[in-house]
């Protein structure tokens, strides 16, 4: 008890002082073994060093790229022209073509804040000119930019694989109708509002025009093509989920060159950089949370914690609320790789104890911390709205709140109807 009480003690009083997430796990590990076991002190730096020797986890890097090409490249504006014609012409059409772009790209970067980023860039501006709400304008890329952890490929789901042994195909798989889910609660939600607040259908798309739709599905087909490629390959046995992120790159680059001719050396280089940048800082934190997790582990503390809950309830219905607050109020201090590293050994062994399907918690878990991208004080997508829309931080936070909501009911119809995550894999085996 004592070790567990100076590893969080230590965690805590370093996220307090603003000490970054990485140095922070590192640092509450070392202080834990210096003066709680007999462990040598670099056993931290080891298991950092070699829990990056991973193929699973090689994926991350080839995803972001991927991503990062396909904004670059042109995908992003096909999907927003196809997204206009499908949805446009519906009252609150700006908002709604965000969402549904939003949900394109979803699936094809994996990425909640590059999905904020590509789509924002263009939407945020348009519906700002279109005298819709500043604060509701931010917010609604903000949250389907959430979607983008939860539809194929999505990078926490390769990560939790990785760390709870969950095969990363399954889970890929069980995102689907959760994505959706969530995907069609945005849409209505920012239909009535949008219906109560007056905001009129996008200028110059007033009505469906069944025509424009084919064109533009036409236009973004090689976009199209993406997910298509990579779920095919992956369950048709001709790739890996790593190999398939290794394909995205290889498909992004051949359509942002040959076919689009929006990727120049230039863009390329640049795209390289980016990636570099964000993966960096993700390995850092990757490699630290194992370590932290690995410690925690060693010294038995998930079981402590698991005990400690059963303690509480026997019942799966509590127990699974409870996972599902703290994972809410975790979501609002920590990112969600580093969450998903730490928290998957503490409590998968909790939740199939009483039943519960891995993959179906890797949904919950999911879910949970990717609505952890749009809740202060962390929310990475409510920040990266409000720089590229150029609004204020509060005014996007509260414009938030009602999709927040959503997203919350949505994880909970999640937690307790399985058939939602379990549906899809169930037809694969």
């Keep these: 008890m004592n070790i567990i009480l100076i590893l969080f003690a230590v965690l805590i009083v370093c ?3 603003g000490v970054p997430i990485a140095i922070s796990l590192g640092v509450s590990a070392m202080v834990a073994i210096w003066f ?13 060093f070699t829990s990056l020797d991973s193929f699973s986890l090689l994926a991350i890097p080839f995803f972001i790229l991927a991503g990062v090409l396909m904004g670059r490249g042109g995908i992003s504006k096909r999907l927003l022209d196809m997204a206009t014609a499908l949805v446009g012409w519906i009252t609150g059409g700006l908002s709604l073509v965000t969402i549904v772009a939003c949900m394109f790209f979803a699936a094809i970067a994996g990425s909640g804040p590059a ?34 952890v939860i539809l194929p490929p999505s990078i926490p789901f390769v990560v939790y694989g990785a760390v709870g042994s969950v095969s990363v195909g399954a889970l890929f798989l069980a995102g689907i109708l959760p994505g959706l889910l969530i995907g069609t609660a945005l849409l209505l939600t920012a239909y009535l509002l949008s219906k109560k607040r007056g905001y009129k259908p996008q200028e110059g798309a007033e009505k469906f025009v069944f025509k424009d739709v ?11 093509l993406v997910p298509v490629i990579i779920l095919g390959g992956i369950y048709g046995g001709i790739f890996s989920p790593t190999e398939a992120a290794v394909t995205a ?17 230039k863009a390329l280089y640049e795209a390289f950089m980016e990636t570099i940048i964000i993966n960096a800082t993700t390995m850092i934190i990757i490699s630290f949370s194992v370590s932290f997790a690995f410690f925690m582990t060693l010294e038995q503390i998930p079981n402590m914690i698991a005990d400690s809950l059963m303690a509480l309830t ?24 580093s969450a998903l590293i730490i928290l998957t050994p503490i409590l998968l062994p909790v939740v199939t104890s009483v039943g519960v399907d891995p993959i179906h918690f890797g949904v919950i878990l999911v879910v949970a911390l990717a609505i952890g991208f749009v809740t202060p004080p962390l ?7 409000s720089s590229v829309g150029e609004v204020k931080f509060e005014k996007v936070a509260f414009g938030v709140i009602p999709l927040v909501a959503v997203m919350i009911l949505c994880l909970i119809i999640l937690a307790f109807v399985p058939a939602f995550s379990m549906f899809l894999p169930g037809l694969a085996e």
């Design 115 to 148: 999905t904020v980023a590509a789509i924002g860039s263009f939407m945020i501006p348009a519906m700002i000119a279109n005298k819709y709400h500043e604060g509701f304008s931010a917010a609604i890329p903000a949250a389907a930019g959430s979607v983008g």
């Design 214 to 224: 084919l064109k533009t599905t036409w236009e973004a087909k090689w976009a199209l």
């Design 15 to 17: 996220f307090l002082i």
């Design 36 to 48: 709680g076991t007999d462990l040598p002190i670099n056993l931290i730096a080891q298991k950092a």
């Design 249 to 265: 790159v290889v498909y992004a680059i051949i359509v942002g060159v040959f076919v689009y001719k929006e990727l120049d050396w």
């Design 379 to 385: 929310g990475v997508n409510l920040f990266v709205a």
């Design 314 to 337: 026997s019942n799966p219905v509590f127990i699974l609320l409870i996972v599902i607050l703290f994972l809410l109020i975790v979501g609002m201090f920590i990112d969600t790789i």
